[in-house]
């Protein structure tokens, strides 16, 4: 339900507020309007609308007038001076939907769809869409119901069709230095001939996504028919999907989620399953790391993730297999943007690296081969072998990378590692019996990344191998000082690499 509204005078304001639309108002509009902080109006401008919240100021803008943020004013194609309908938007009945799910109540796919349209529409904000988010945190989902969130967030957005069948893999993450993976496993199954337009997200609890590695390489934000240009030629994309409005509901859920760091199961599900229904993916091997420190800590755990991806699938008409991985240490040995794209392409050149990286990339993609028909169950690495050893991997990657707009021909030393670094060597002999997922996770966001590409940690040993006194354990590297002045102080009280017979703690510590 709405109110009447009101003609204001548009003033552009030079800010970035990202998926969060706000508008400002002088005080004195507000009070003519009761509107309040954090009331949401909807802006009309022609045949476009868009819904924001609203926040007041006594002087940076005048009475009559309303302030734009840029990226808002771009969706609206508005102008300084401008003059655009302002409505003041009563709660939404989503928002009662919302407080049925924390009630631990069923949702019917018609209430299902009614949130993710207000979430899309922008008629709900950041804390109700926290408050839904945490009712899956805390009270799942059913079959029905994330079935039905997983079609709502497909249908509020764009779909983009092939005239080929469409082949995928994805990482549920949450292991440092996974992002990598897909830069090696998708030149290798588009070197086989087959169509894999990779789309990912940004990280959201991790310091690196496919994505942010990615877009060290090349431009990763592309319009659909860019997309399927790309594909033609090339038969794998690694892009972002954020760009493309697939699926839109799962980029404004993945902003609040970055913040509460959370990743409930059926949204992680419904946030993968979405955007691949939303690219025509057909074919679909999706990757579980288990291990101590990575989302999934138990074999039971995985498994039954594994049921609820598999059982979504079959709901949707995608095949698919499931890899349970492991996941108790770091993919390779560089965590953050740049530095895993640096151990990417090393791996590419050489046609060597480490066995994490390399058997985990080539045997999820010798899954995709078995998926396809291109090999017989359980000999699809095989094939995978065949085309990295061959050096056709490294030449895909660099099409995909010249599609994408990047240099084809960049060199590993020629990459943005942070020029900022510190390294923490091993204070006596011994051998190295645990290294920590979450720390090296939080040390390495610390630093700065995913946000700061340069910014991340080089691991030097694995759990197992043997060091001598003097041996550098691990690198932090970052774009400023101040971050890795705060990266080093969390790395003392973390201690993210164990060697047998250190003191862990002193009790009492004064």
């Known amino acids: 339900m709405e109110v009447p509204g009101m003609v204001m005078t548009v003033k552009i304001l030079d800010m970035d507020t990202g998926k969060f639309r706000t508008v400002l108002i002088n005080i004195s509009d507000a009070v003519k ?32 007038h309303i302030g734009i943020p840029k990226t808002l004013a771009d969706e609206l194609k508005v102008h300084e001076g401008d003059k ?3 409505k003041i938007i009563t709660q939404p009945l989503s928002v009662k939907y919302i407080l049925k799910k924390l009630g631990g109540a069923k949702l019917s796919p018609e209430e299902i769809r009614a949130i993710i349209k207000d979430v899309v529409d922008g008629n709900i904000g950041d804390v109700e869409m926290a408050a839904f988010l945490l009712s899956e945190h805390f009270s799942g989902m059913s079959s029905d119901e994330l079935e039905s969130l997983i079609r709502a ?31 090696i496993a998708v030149p290798t199954v588009a070197a086989a001939g087959l169509l894999i337009p990779k789309t990912s997200s940004r990280a959201i609890t991790s310091p690196a996504g496919t994505a942010d590695t990615m877009e060290v390489f090349a431009k990763v934000d592309f319009t659909p028919t860019e997309i399927k240009e790309i594909a033609t030629k090339t038969k794998g994309v690694l892009a972002w999907g954020g760009a493309l409005d697939l699926a839109p509901a799962d980029d404004i859920f993945i902003h609040v989620e970055h913040r509460l760091m959370i990743d409930p199961p059926s949204q992680m599900v419904a946030s993968i399953l979405s955007k691949k229904l939303a ?4 074919y679909l091997v999706i990757d579980i790391p288990v291990g101590k420190g990575a989302k999934v800590e138990s074999m039971s755990k995985a498994e039954k993730l594994a049921s609820l991806f598999l059982e979504q699938t079959n709901r949707l008409g995608i095949k698919a297999k499931c890899a349970i991985t492991y996941g108790g240490q770091p993919v390779g040995y560089y965590i953050g ?11 590419m050149i050489k046609r060597k690296g480490p ?3 390399v058997e985990k990339a080539l045997g999820i993609a010798g899954l995709v081969f078995e998926l396809a028909g291109k090999a017989r169950r359980g000999e699809g690495i095989e094939l995978a072998k065949q085309i990295f050893y061959s050096g056709r991997t490294y030449e895909k990657f660099k099409e995909i990378v010249e599609a994408q707009g990047g240099n084809p021909n960049v060199k590993p030393e020629e990459l943005p590692i942070g020029n900022k670094s510190i390294t923490f060597d091993a204070p006596t002999d011994a051998y190295v019996t645990h290294v920590d997922n979450v720390a090296l996770t939080l040390i390495a966001r610390t630093a700065g990344a995913p946000f700061d590409k340069g910014a991340g940690v080089r691991i030097h040993v694995k759990a197992g191998d043997k060091v001598k006194k003097g041996d550098p354990l691990y690198t932090i590297y970052a774009e400023s000082s101040v971050k890795l002045s705060q990266a080093y102080s969390l790395s003392l009280k973390l201690k993210p690499i164990t060697l047998e017979g250190m003191i862990l703690k002193a009790i009492p510590e004064f």
């Not at 943007?337 to 392409?345: C, G, V």
């Open 33 to 64: 309007r009761t509107i309040k902080p954090y009331d949401r109006v909807r802006i009309t401008f022609g045949n476009r609308s868009r819904t924001a919240a609203v926040f007041v100021s006594e002087t940076v803008i005048p009475p009559g």
């Open 84 to 86: 655009v309908g302002v």
């Open 153 to 183: 967030m497909v249908d509020t957005g764009s779909k983009i069709e092939f005239e080929e069948p469409v082949y995928d893999e994805h990482s549920i993450g949450g292991v440092p230095g996974n992002s990598k993976v897909a830069l």
């Open 279 to 282: 690219m025509s993916v057909s």
């Open 337 to 347: 943007p740049a530095l895993e794209a640096k151990e990417a392409l090393e791996t």
């Open 355 to 357: 066995g994490s990286l």
